[in-house]
């Protein structure tokens, strides 16, 4: 699915277009729309847009320049002008700006529905070429990957290497890292829209996904990606030597590179849906030094998604929201890959299920001599396991499962294979809601924190972007669990808050519209009275007139 921003100084003909076109047919879920070329910038470094109409006259910024910045900085999104100006010089400086098209007003539907079509083609046909499977075919026979895949693995999983030899590999394998680094770790998870493939062909979707992952940080970060033991793919993310200067605000970009980082992730999201029909879940840890903080970052990381998001699928989180997350350090898992422990982590209990079932049935074939030490082999692994994952939640395994825990005292805890089944499900199933609940408080921590700000703040910039900024998420991901949550997205309930602010006001105070308008942060007083009329029926004075005593 594309994401399309419309740009045009008059706002009832952007108003127009995105309310006159069949945009689930064109395969568009969202429409953003901006009234200037500045403002049109601010929606590009938030929102993971393909695809922009403009207009070529609007004061300050003209179409053309916009079009030139968004090359620029956005080399994949597609340009349409959208003008009443025919002069051949407008139409060869489109060319040269490599807009898709060349659109004159007035338009017929049909002739932006033609221009629409010709961009998401385009865009498809980029995308195929990169996640094509010659493409990843090609890279996953090369040996030099592989190593460099297990030397990242390697320095996850805490080996220390001598600093010669580390350098030495890292020259080798062209690796442009190097000691003292500051690095972001990247997590990427295949949500469960990707189970039902082979394990051959979840292979090339994730040399896929690499391969996306590169055209969107390519520019300005360097990667080096592994796939680890939980199948998470796991990016250190560097910027690249040579600081470029923001080409919207000439300030150093390193100033916003942060919310940067989440905006192409959330691009990377958006792409996998779109052309791979799929979802992949994102975590950006905090900043490390390399490679010392490396194992640091990765547990951390792999914690935060156990502990708050487990089976969530299509979060992008930052870990700077929850920098004051413990741990309790625990023992490793006793089985070969996927053990309980990794299968745990990742939250995926029917996978647990059916590792259990197997297990049940082979304990059911063997012999009278091994039946009763079998029985306590899979009672202690599982136990092990969970005093592992519940330790790493800062949690005791007494206080989750109850009086099941007792059974672990016990000199011969089971007796035969169905005494076993019934406690190993009661407790997984206490497990699980115990993890549901930690995930289902985070996701109200950060609507309650969402909430408190948008109070505080209701004379000031109470925007989504603001909003996210205060809690240390994307806007993307903000307004999606809010909704999932709520079932009211955020900005009505922004509104909602600001029109009830305004009804007490006006019955209970003597003050002016215009005053009134100033406190809820509304600058322009008659878009005030606008909004007012629209959500109440009235104008202001008509509903202070008509509730007076």
Not at 487 to 504: N, Q, T
Request: hydrophobic share 40%; glycine share 4%.
């Amino acid at each position: 699915m594309f994401q399309i921003l419309i740009v045009d100084d008059h706002e009832h003909l952007v108003e127009s277009l995105a309310r006159s076109l069949p945009w689930d047919e064109l395969g568009i879920e969202q429409v953003h729309k901006a009234y200037s070329g500045s403002e049109a910038l601010n929606l590009l470094d938030t929102y993971p847009i393909q695809i922009v109409i403009t207009d070529i006259r609007m004061p300050g910024m003209s179409g053309l320049e916009l079009i030139e910045r968004i090359r620029q900085k956005h080399k994949r999104i597609k340009s349409i002008l959208l003008s009443g100006y025919a002069e051949f010089e407008y139409a060869k400086q489109a060319i040269q700006s490599h807009t898709v098209d060349y659109i004159l007003k007035p338009a017929e539907d049909e002739e932006i529905i033609a221009s629409l079509r010709k961009a998401t083609e385009a865009i498809c046909k980029e995308w195929e070429e990169v996640s094509s499977h010659q493409r990843t075919l090609y890279t996953l026979r090369e040996n030099v990957p592989k190593l460099k895949d297990n030397l990242l693995n390697e320095l996850l999983r805490g080996r220390s290497l001598p600093k010669v030899v580390l350098a030495q590999q890292l020259e080798s394998f062209e690796i442009p890292f190097s000691a003292d680094d500051e690095v972001t770790m990247m997590l990427v998870r295949l949500d469960e829209s990707f189970f039902a493939y082979s394990r051959h062909d979840f292979y090339l979707l994730e040399y896929a996904i690499g391969n996306m992952a590169e055209e969107i940080f390519g520019d300005e970060y360097e990667l080096w990606t592994c796939r680890d033991a939980n199948d998470y793919l796991v990016f250190l993310i560097k910027e690249r030597a040579v600081l470029s200067t923001d080409l919207y605000s000439g300030e150093n970009s390193l100033l916003h590179r942060p919310l940067k980082l989440e905006r192409e992730a959330s691009e990377l999201q958006n792409c996998v849906r779109s052309f791979l029909q799929g979802s992949i879940s994102v975590l950006i840890s905090s900043k490390g030094s390399f490679p010392r903080e490396i194992p640091m970052l990765y547990q951390s990381s792999l914690r935060l998604i156990r502990q708050r998001f487990g089976g969530t699928d299509e979060f992008l989180i930052s870990a700077d929201s929850f920098s004051n997350s413990q741990t309790i350090d625990s023992s490793t898992g006793l089985y070969d890959s996927p053990t309980l422990v990794q299968l745990l982590e990742a939250g995926r209990y029917d996978a647990i299920d059916d590792k259990l079932h197997t297990v049940f049935e082979s304990i059911g074939r063997s012999n009278r001599q091994t039946y009763q030490e079998h029985i306590m082999e899979v009672c202690f692994a599982v136990a092990s396991a969970l005093i592992y994952i519940s330790h790493k939640n800062s949690k005791q395994l007494e206080a989750v499962i109850g009086e099941d825990f007792s059974v672990l005292l016990q000199a011969i805890p089971f007796r035969n294979v169905g005494q076993l089944q019934m406690w190993v499900s009661r407790v997984l199933g206490k497990v699980k809601a115990d993890m549901n609940s930690e995930q289902g408080e985070t996701a109200a921590y950060l609507i309650r924190r969402a909430q408190e700000y948008v109070e505080d703040h209701l004379s000031e910039d109470t925007s989504l972007q603001a909003v996210a900024d205060f809690v240390h998420l994307h806007p993307v991901y903000l307004s999606r669990v809010y909704k999932s949550e709520t079932g009211e997205g955020l900005s009505g309930y922004i509104l909602r808050l600001k029109m009830e602010k305004a009804e007490k006001l006006l019955l209970e105070s003597s003050k002016k519209i215009h005053e009134i308008a100033e406190q809820l942060g509304y600058e322009n007083p008659p878009y005030f009275i606008k909004v007012f009329k629209k959500y109440f029926g009235w104008t202001p004075k008509e509903f202070r007139d008509q509730n007076a005593h």
